[in-house]
């Protein structure tokens, strides 16, 4: 390998420039609108002028360029430690970046103006960019666990580049040569080292867009399946999820439960109190609801003020109590209170119908399931509300 770091600049460059005109191309999607995205697009832009002004190091020689290019790169590799400190805690740029950005070009214009040894410079700059990697890392490391698996190339990617930061300052002391300019290195380690650095810098930023691209994902696949005011699951995905467990149970050969629940005289509820009470009172139901459910059982609103019940492997007698307690739980809650602090009560209405692949031959379809549900919530609303009726999807008389 040759000590060629000015085509290694180019390489990065124009890496830069891709990850630039792509995230150029998505600014005005879901993901190009995430303010961690727009931050890494202010940090391509400037790693891309602060690599190009580094490769026309010889052309652009002197002082001032040489303070002006690592401050571009430094405001680069600050604006990604801030980009990944607003992924992960939803926190912008504060006081300290400024601050540490200040101090950092404060202290390389003056070793510039007082003439330090060139391995001075390098050591001042190369510990000022390995700080905001070592940042990115213990970020990610404390508060990115268990969450986007892309951010596994953020912490590699900052730790290579904090190790090549922290190699680079000390080879510029330890060294066994001195080198007097970035494109003149005085070994195949430096050139390595900088590889390093640069591309740990450039790998961290794909990491973070990745992660940012997997988080706009997830979100999307939540809102296309969650119910915006109750948090349960929406009416097509509680329905998906109704064909899914009644082939399940035909296949294990074990009971299945479904339940439509209906709040009763609801209106009543947003005549007297107002739409935002009735909104408050179905979110405080769901709440009631969900927290007496297994985490196998599926809860979804089917619209209104009716939602549905998936009561995996539960048999009738099971399913008739754990629904009657549920009745009973909303019964008894507060379920919301007004804004001038009148408690809200509800009652609710359910019809829970069994499929049991055991003693019924045919398997009904979800729309078929659902039906029968509520034929059986229709009687329990017309034998005077707050009451739960339960039967087998087969052996169900017609009203
Ligand atoms: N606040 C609020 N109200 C809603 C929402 N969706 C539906 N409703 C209201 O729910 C009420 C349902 O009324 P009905 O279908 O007559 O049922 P009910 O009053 O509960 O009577 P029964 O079911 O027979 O006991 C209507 O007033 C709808 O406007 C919602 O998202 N928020």
């Not at 999607?29 to 961690?36: K, Q």
């Not at 509300?385 to 017609?398: A, E, I, M, Y």
């Amino acid at each position: 390998m040759t000590k060629d770091i000015a085509t290694l600049l180019l390489a990065l460059l124009l890496c830069q420039l891709l990850l630039l005109s792509h995230l150029t191309i998505v600014r005005d999607t879901v993901l190009g609108r995430r303010p961690e995205v727009r931050l890494l697009l202010l940090v391509s832009l400037a790693m891309a002028v602060g690599d190009l002004l580094l490769a026309l190091r010889t052309q652009l020689s002197g002082p001032f360029w040489l303070v002006i290019s690592n401050v571009v790169v430094a405001g680069g590799v600050r604006l990604l430690a801030v980009a990944t400190r607003q992924l992960l805690r939803g926190q912008g740029a504060d006081r300290g970046d400024l601050q540490s950005m200040l101090l950092g070009a404060a202290v390389l214009s003056l070793l510039v103006l007082l003439s330090a040894p060139y391995a001075w410079i390098v050591t001042w700059v190369s510990l000022w960019l390995a700080q905001p990697m070592l940042c990115i890392a213990l970020l990610v490391w404390r508060q990115g666990r268990g969450r986007e698996r892309a951010l596994s190339m953020v912490l590699l990617g900052g730790l290579f580049a904090l190790g090549g930061g922290l190699g680079r300052a000390l080879e510029a002391h330890l060294g066994p040569e001195r080198a007097d300019s970035l494109l003149q290195p005085a070994s195949v380690l430096t050139t390595w080292l900088f590889l390093v650095m640069t591309f740990g810098a450039l790998a961290a930023q794909i990491g973070l867009l990745m992660a940012s691209f997997e988080r706009t994902a997830l979100q999307l696949e939540q809102m296309a399946t969650t119910d915006g005011l109750t948090g349960c699951l929406n009416r097509s995905a509680a329905h998906a999820l109704v064909g899914h467990e009644i082939e399940r149970s035909r296949r294990d050969s074990r009971p299945l439960a479904l339940v439509l629940l209906d709040l009763d005289h609801f209106k009543q509820v947003n005549d007297r109190h107002g739409h935002a009470a009735g909104d408050a009172v179905l979110r405080g139901f769901a709440q009631v609801v969900r927290s007496r459910l297994r985490h196998s059982d599926i809860f979804g609103r089917m619209g209104g003020e009716e939602f549905c019940v998936v009561l995996p492997a539960t048999d009738r007698a099971g399913a008739h109590e754990v629904v009657d307690a549920l009745r009973h739980a909303v019964e008894r809650a507060a379920v919301a209170q007004t804004e001038r602090g009148e408690t809200l009560r509800v009652t609710v209405s359910a019809g829970t119908v069994i499929f049991d692949p055991t003693v019924e031959r045919l398997t009904p379809s979800p729309d078929q399931l659902f039906a029968r549900a509520d034929m059986l919530l229709y009687r329990a609303k017309h034998a005077g509300r707050n009451q739960v009726q339960t039967s087998g999807w087969v052996s169900l008389n017609p009203l």
